[in-house]
């Protein structure tokens, strides 16, 4: 492989300012650059399959920097090496090759006809929650910008070939925690709501996170535009410690102040996201518990019965328990719906996420 080759980066990872300013250096206009983001995030299959629909300036830049041997840029196009459909066919899950052989996890959910992509922003995840699979895998690396934009192209074109229509919601819930790779995501979602490309709107666009608290802090402070969801699942720092290493970092008082400061900042509803575990975090008092810890913040909850993972043996709260636990919030007068439990039967329901087949690189 050529040292050209090595270091040669995606188009897709980047910002449409930084593809305009490359072309310019070699000469080109911004119209090329708009013809070139419009096939990279727009409606195009890939540029792949088809050169030649450029105007003749914008065909030989990309014939000696793309489709040459040893070009300096490559395209993101993930390889689909397995496709699982839910057995109501609402859900599918497909396992996608990256680059270097590794391979992620992106799911698609149809509720009502329309669609929702759960996508993933790392390879593992380095949080180490005891009862999600992606935790218990560990960490390899992060996603760049190309390859989570590269998942949201992946299911447009799904969605275009099989549904005739366009993705309306998209969850960063997918393997990994997206702010432990805050500016890869950011950059990312940039492109992905940005209207000459996949164009989805923001307030349908959300961040799951496990808690990493300067980074909540960062985005309220930069006027992040996309909807956080927090994965809270316990009402003081014993009980979320010991479903969450990582909730050793920060103590619960910061976790709260950082929902706390983002209310005020943003003032956009947080989504709680709290995963029943039975005898866990399922009684009557932590219920109360967690009345009293969320009281005065603008909270939506949502309760994701424990899907279950091989290594984890704990199991999901009983329908009744579940119940009386979402009655005590909603007495509280807080919002509280159940997440559906989608996609099971083929484990893509939250946290069962893995690579399945063993990295080829
Ligand atoms: N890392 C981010 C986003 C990915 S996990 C986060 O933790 O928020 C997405 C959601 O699935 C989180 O709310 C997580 O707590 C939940 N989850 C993980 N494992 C689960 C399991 N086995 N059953 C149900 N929900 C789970
Ligand atoms: Fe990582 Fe989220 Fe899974 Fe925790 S729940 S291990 S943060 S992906």
Not at 97 to 112: A, Q, W
Not at 196 to 209: C, H, Q
């Amino acid at each position: 492989m050529s040292n050209a080759v090595a270091q040669s980066r995606s188009l897709h990872d980047l910002s449409f300012a930084e593809m305009q300013q490359r072309l310019a250096d070699d000469g080109l206009n911004s119209i090329h650059a708009r013809a070139l983001w419009r096939s990279l995030h727009g409606h195009a299959d890939t540029l792949e399959i088809m050169p030649g629909n450029f105007l003749r300036p914008l065909q030989q830049w990309l014939e000696r920097h793309l489709y040459a041997d040893d070009a300096e840029f490559f395209v993101d196009v993930l390889e689909t090496v397995s496709e699982t459909q839910s057995s109501d066919g609402m859900t599918r899950k497909f396992l996608l090759k990256l680059r270097d052989g590794r391979t992620i996890e992106t799911v698609l959910m149809g509720y009502d006809g329309r669609f929702t992509a759960c996508v993933s922003t790392q390879v593992g995840c380095a949080m180490g929650c005891v009862f999600c699979a992606t935790g218990q895998m560990g960490f390899t690396r992060h996603l760049r910008p190309g390859e989570i934009i590269a998942q949201v192209l992946h299911v447009q074109r799904v969605l275009r070939q099989h549904h005739h229509t366009r993705l309306r919601n998209l969850v960063l819930m997918g393997m990994g925690e997206p702010l432990h790779n805050y500016d890869a995501v950011m950059k990312a979602l940039a492109t992905i709501a940005d209207v000459r490309g996949p164009s989805l709107s923001k307030n349908r666009i959300t961040i799951s996170t496990v808690g990493l608290v300067p980074a909540m802090r960062r985005m309220a402070d930069e006027g992040c535009p996309y909807n956080l969801a927090l994965s809270l699942h316990g009402a003081d720092d014993a009980q979320r410690q010991a479903l969450i290493p990582v909730g050793k970092k920060w103590a619960m008082d910061e976790l709260i102040e950082a929902c706390r400061h983002y209310d005020r900042t943003i003032g956009k509803r947080i989504f709680i996201e709290w995963t029943l575990i039975a005898g866990k975090n399922d009684s009557a008092e932590i219920a109360h518990q967690l009345v009293g810890l969320l009281h005065g913040i603008n909270v939506h909850i949502n309760l994701i019965p424990l899907n279950p993972t091989a290594g984890y043996a704990g199991s999901a709260t009983a329908h009744q328990a579940s119940l009386a636990f979402q009655r005590i919030l909603r007495d509280a007068g807080y919002p509280v719906t159940f997440r559906q439990r989608r996609g099971i039967d083929v484990a893509a329901g939250c946290g069962q996420l893995k690579a399945q087949h063993a990295a080829s690189a």
